[in-house]
């Protein structure tokens, strides 16, 4: 143990629980929401969906209208003569392309998103991407054209951010250098956070993946450590590994707790000293609680139902069960990738209730005979469920909202405050 009264070792097996599995008819968004965060992320890349009307509106309405600066992401939309077999939809769409990257000279790296509809009529958009990267390369090499699938074939939203930094694990250049990746999508504020916390521990150096620029690829080698940011990147994570990476096993920065694992399994590989680790995140971890405190006070005792949604549930449910003191009455996600989330999985209470895939009249039933004070799920279930008397939390606003970290840990923790501050003020 150390003096903060926590476990020091990191749990790399992964964790054997039962877990229930269900499969029915599920209530998740599609990949393509990922645009939302990864376009604002990736400064000088483009979304190019190849989709339907809806594909289009969705996008639209998940992303809102960007009004003083030129949007970077659009949809080619595939027509009735498109889907009917009718148009060469390939000619179409190297047309769109090619005219946007001539008009757009600030996108670096064009990404072909597929969709359902794009999937149903079998449009190969490896192949347009590969067609396209002959006709650019040429003439304007320091562009990128990269595909991959946005569709709700897939099994959840966040896997939109997996697919695409997959697709882009194969371009990243080779390194021999000793080096830390923190693998996921971050604000630029928590990057930024992050690399002073680094900078103080002495872990170094440090490369995130995605870049800021699309066109900025981290590089990847054998003596490459990566540490997951989000517990949705398994494919790309695999793919890192199978480029010579080593993944480190740790929770993820959700909390005092969580952070203070994540930066120490990140200075424990770098071979930093105890003390040195201890004297830098110990104040941050106090700091972190102090923050935390008030809320802790307000949640603890309270039972939370987690439906499945962006595959951030174990992690979180750790963070609510093990700081805030709340209790778990059901902790289901879309996808259980027990190689990503087995270290908070083990820090779990024994007992709780585990569901992967989704069934949901069966779920909204354990849902109604376990009465939580709040449930977390995604938009389309939220309504009904306040309108049954049940408080609710939308878990995509976990996705959008900085939260990872020591300096966001009572912004955190107030996101899961609030839904039943607002019962309560209602109430009255
Ligand atoms: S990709 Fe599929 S699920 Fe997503 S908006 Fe388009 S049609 Fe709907």
């Known amino acids: 143990m150390n003096d903060l009264g926590l476990p020091r070792t990191i749990a790399l097996r992964p964790a054997e629980r039962s877990v229930l599995r269900e499969r ?17 992320k990736m400064q000088d890349a483009f979304f190019l969906v190849v989709g339907s009307r809806t594909c289009a509106h969705l996008i639209q309405s998940a992303a809102g209208v960007m009004i003083f600066a030129e949007p970077r ?6 027509t009735d003569r498109d889907l009917a077999g009718l148009a060469d939809a390939n000619a179409e769409l190297d047309r769109i392309a090619l005219a946007l990257l001539a008009r757009r000279p600030d996108i670096r790296t064009l990404f072909l998103v597929g969709s359902c509809p794009s999937e149903v009529i079998k449009l190969d958009l490896a192949k347009a991407a590969e067609r396209l990267n002959a ?14 699938s946005g569709s709700g074939i897939e099994t959840t939203f966040t ?11 194969p371009l990243l ?3 021999e250098a000793r080096q830390l990746m923190v693998l996921g999508c971050l604000p630029d504020i928590v990057e930024d956070q992050f690399k002073r916390v680094f900078d103080k521990l002495g872990v170094g150096p440090v490369t995130f993946f995605p870049a800021r620029r699309g066109s900025e690829l981290p590089a990847v080698g054998p003596k490459t450590w990566v540490l997951a940011a989000q517990p949705f990147n398994g494919e790309t994570l695999r793919a890192l ?20 694992r994540w930066f120490e399994a990140a200075a424990t590989a770098g071979g930093i000293g105890r003390d040195h680790i201890d004297s830098v995140l110990t104040p941050l971890v106090e700091r972190a609680r102090t923050a935390m405190a008030r809320y802790r006070a307000r ?23 093990r700081e805030l003191d709340m209790a778990l009455a059901e902790v289901g996600t879309p996808y259980l990738d027990r190689q990503m989330v087995s270290a908070d999985l083990d820090l779990l209470p024994t ?3 585990i569901s992967e895939g989704q069934h949901l009249d069966r779920q909204l039933d354990r849902v109604r005979a376990a009465r939580p004070d709040l449930t977390v799920c995604g938009l389309g279930l939220a309504n009904p469920l306040e309108a049954e008397g049940f408080t609710t939390k939308w878990s995509i606003e976990l996705v959008f909202t900085p939260v990872h970290g020591f300096d966001q840990a009572g912004d955190l923790a107030e996101l899961f405050a609030r839904p039943l501050e607002r019962k309560t003020r209602l109430a009255a």
């Open 24 to 40: 029915g008819q599920r209530e998740v968004f599609c990949g393509l929401t990922s645009i939302v965060w990864l376009h604002r």
């Open 173 to 175: 250049p080779v390194t």
């Open 159 to 169: 896997q939109g951010e997996d697919n695409a930094l997959k697709a882009m694990v």
């Open 351 to 353: 007992e709780v209730a």
């Open 135 to 148: 006709r650019l390369l040429p003439n304007v090499p320091s562009v990128r054209v990269i595909n991959y």
């Open 299 to 321: 949640l603890a005792g309270k039972r939370v139902f987690f439906m499945p949604d962006s595959q951030l549930e174990v992690p979180l449910a750790r963070f609510l069960s």
């Open 241 to 260: 590994a199978s480029r010579g990476a080593t993944p480190l096993a740790a929770p993820y920065p959700f909390g005092a707790e969580g952070s203070l």
């Open 73 to 78: 992401f659009g949809t080619a939309i595939l």
